[in-house]
């Protein structure tokens, strides 16, 4: 095992060089000269200067976990998130469990979306003796993003473990920690360009970027709109994180005034608006800090373009050379692929990591040894990898089919009517179904893949009764062309929603609903059968209740057999709804039953109150009445009953509903409940 070594400030690893040794002069001058280059901020050269260190070692020398961790800190530098995870695979697969690999991994999974990868990274590097006040914060951190990533099918229902309304009332500081990429819009003269950007840009990037955006349009003075209406004019970073503050507290107040986790695409774009100046003198110089740092990713991207094209070139010399046909693709093609993203929750680049990692792991058995007994435990994780690959890419094409099938059914509900739409929206619930059992053919045991054969027949069965709420479409501008304030689209979202709920419940036949309910059954089924797919230590985790008003715990694991109580106790919530709008019996027992679920499942009891008292039938129901903080507190145990273990720790669970008229809000098809946690899980 590589001797550990602290790090310092300036550089990825101040390690005392080592007593020389014959035959590594060369290796421990090219290191130092790497250390030396990152200290100046020359991550092109220490690069270089590690992969040469590299290539001259052994394949079980102990300094290459060390270098493949410098490396890896070198794509940090440049944005290259993906060479950096593969960096650090390679180094914790030399050193299981080096800490600065896992920390370093864990940040570009972050910063790549992959939260569920990030939080185990970090985990681990938690459990060693060089945990840090950092590492324990981003554990934090990554635990509420992944549980706000769970949002439940509409407003009323709840996420066990998720969002809180406690956790709403974390220091802005903490809720603005989440990464998001934000969308821009750039406004020059007459014309509006969109651009995506993370929350770490620079105003040294932006200014490259937008006048990539608009070339030869000269020198530019570039302002965003604040929450007053007024344009400030940008000149560093910390202006821009005002910008990017405001459209996040933003979304947090339509988050607050709705419920549930606060999506990506609940958060508005940032609007910049791009003035002309007479001369370069007037326009704002990024500072000298911002401007050498761009010039430093850029030449770092233009390092690793130069190393791929010189592999490319060995590539093309050794085969004979073929005409080929060059394609160029548009920028608006990959702002609309960005938004896709964003807005389906369907990573494309997972299968692809996967399919690495367990190539990676293939190979490495082979360079072993195949006659060698170690080679065998290789092959087998090797064999795990890609029969994960396969299962995943199956469940994320059946995620496909199911996004168009919800495109269909709010373009049906726009226009009010199901007949000439049912027949496509039939046949895409068919292919997601297929997909997802192939998915579960190839993984016995491939939890998502149970979960969205539930929530296929979920919308099966709401379409069958004919309970398709319209979507809700909010001008920004009112009929003045004046921005409207966050307050007045929060109202207007609200009083849209309860409209549309309104009159979808109106409008439900007896008949129908009845043909809905072998649909509803199925889909419990599924949700069920996932939850014995559990591993026995998740099924029996102990689930803590929640009480209003404590603030979340950083050490507290994701309860996914809570969250699948949480999903069957909403569609039990939406059925009631359908059964009592028609007259029928049974509605009753359902919401009861909900309520059940939610308060086993943890969820805060003032949260479930909201839930109960929203319902279409809510003055036949028992409701039950507040009680005092401190009996609140006092009551806050685990589940006795099933699990007979008192409660520790609070967790998250239901959050807070905003009033609303009798029925539940249609659910943005991109938050919809086990949609998007299957979503979370895989990345």
């Keep these: 095992m590589a001797k550990k070594r602290t790090s310092g400030r300036s550089s990825p690893t101040n390690s005392p060089s080592k007593a020389a040794e014959q035959g590594e002069s060369q290796l421990s001058t090219l290191r ?22 590299l290539k001259s070692l052994p394949a079980s020398h102990q300094d290459k976990p060390l270098l493949h961790s410098n490396k890896a800190a070198c794509h940090m530098m440049g944005k290259k998130y993906k060479e950096a995870v593969n960096e650090c695979t390679a180094a914790l697969e030399a050193q299981p469990g080096f800490h600065k690999a896992l920390t370093r991994r864990a940040k570009a999974y972050e910063q790549m979306g992959h939260y569920k990868q990030a939080l185990s990274d970090v985990q681990k590097a938690n459990k060693g003796s060089e945990a840090t006040p950092e590492t324990q914060e981003a554990e934090k951190r990554l635990k ?16 066990a473990n998720g969002t809180t309304a406690a956790a709403k009332k974390q220091p802005a500081r903490q809720q603005r920690s989440q990464p998001y990429v934000f969308q821009a819009k750039i406004q020059l003269d007459d014309e509006t360009r969109s651009m995506h950007m993370t929350g770490q840009v620079t105003y040294a990037e932006l200014q490259h970027a937008v006048k990539e955006k608009f070339p030869g349009s000269g020198p530019l003075i570039l302002k965003y709109l604040d929450k007053e209406g007024d344009l400030v004019t940008i000149t560093d970073r910390n202006d821009l994180q005002v910008a990017l503050k405001e459209v996040v507290e933003q979304a947090d107040r339509l988050q607050a005034q709705h419920g549930g986790p606060k999506l990506p695409n609940m ?23 911002e401007e050498s740092q761009f010039q430093q990713i850029t030449a770092a991207r233009k390092y690793i373009a130069e190393q791929a094209l010189k592999q490319q070139a060995k590539k093309e010399e050794q085969t004979p050379e073929q005409p080929q046909e060059q394609y160029a693709v548009d920028q608006w093609i990959l702002d609309f692929a960005n938004l896709f993203r964003e807005q389906t929750g369907i990573d494309p680049d997972k299968h692809l990591d996967l399919q690495t990692l367990g190539w990676d792991k293939c190979t490495a058995a082979m360079e072993e040894a195949i006659s060698s007994e170690k080679a065998e435990p290789i092959f087998q994780a090797a064999a795990d990898k890609f029969q994960e690959v396969a299962a995943t890419g199956m469940l994320q094409w059946g995620n496909v089919f199911l996004s168009i099938a919800r495109k269909f059914l709010d373009e049906a509900a726009i226009k009010g009517s199901f007949s000439d739409h049912q027949p496509r929206i039939e046949s895409e619930f068919d292919k997601a179904t297929a997909k997802y059992k192939e998915a579960l ?51 207007l979202v609200q009083e849209a929603h309860q409209a549309h709920t309104k009159k979808a419940l109106n409008g439900l036949q007896s008949e129908a609903v009845e043909n809905s309910k072998p649909l509803f059954r199925s889909a419990v089924q599924h949700y069920e059968a996932a939850i014995q797919l559990l591993p026995e230590d998740e099924r029996s985790k102990p689930i803590k209740q929640q009480v209003a008003g404590d603030p979340p715990n950083p050490d507290e694991d994701i309860n996914f057999y809570a969250q699948s109580l949480v999903l069957i106790g909403n569609l039990l919530y939406e059925q009631s709804q359908i059964t009592a709008a028609v007259g029928q019996d049974g509605w009753k027992e359902m919401v009861e039953k909900a309520a059940k679920l939610f308060k086993q499942a943890g969820c805060v009891q003032t949260d479930i109150k909201a839930a109960l008292t929203s319902h279409i039938k809510h003055d036949e129901i028992d409701i039950p009445q507040d009680e005092p903080e401190e009996a609140k507190k006092e009551a806050a145990v685990e589940d006795g009953a099933s699990r007979g273990e008192q409660a520790k720790e609070p967790v998250k669970g239901l959050p807070s509903l905003a009033p609303k008229a009798k029925g539940n809000k249609k659910a943005d098809k991109e938050g919809e409940s086990s949609n998007d946690k299957q979503t979370a899980v895989a990345q």
Excluded: W
């Design 267 to 289: 958060v508005p774009p940032v609007r910049i608006h791009a003035t002309r100046a007479k001369s370069e003198a007037d326009v704002p110089m990024p500072p000298a800090e």
């Design 32 to 53: 130092d000269e790497g250390n030396k280059f990152f200290g100046k901020k020359d991550y092109v050269k220490a690069l270089e200067c590690y992969d040469k260190a």
């Design 441 to 491: 053919s190839i993984k016995a045991d491939f939890y998502d893949g149970e979960m969205q054969l539930g929530q296929v027949d979920f919308e099966r069965a709401k379409l069958t009764a004919g309970f398709i709420p319209q979507p809700v479409r909010i001008n920004p501008t009112d009929e003045e062309g004046k921005s409207r304030t966050p307050e007045k689209m929060t109202e």
């Design 144 to 159: 509420d993003l992944l549980s706000g990533k769970r949002p439940s099918s509409n407003n009323t229902l709840a996420t």
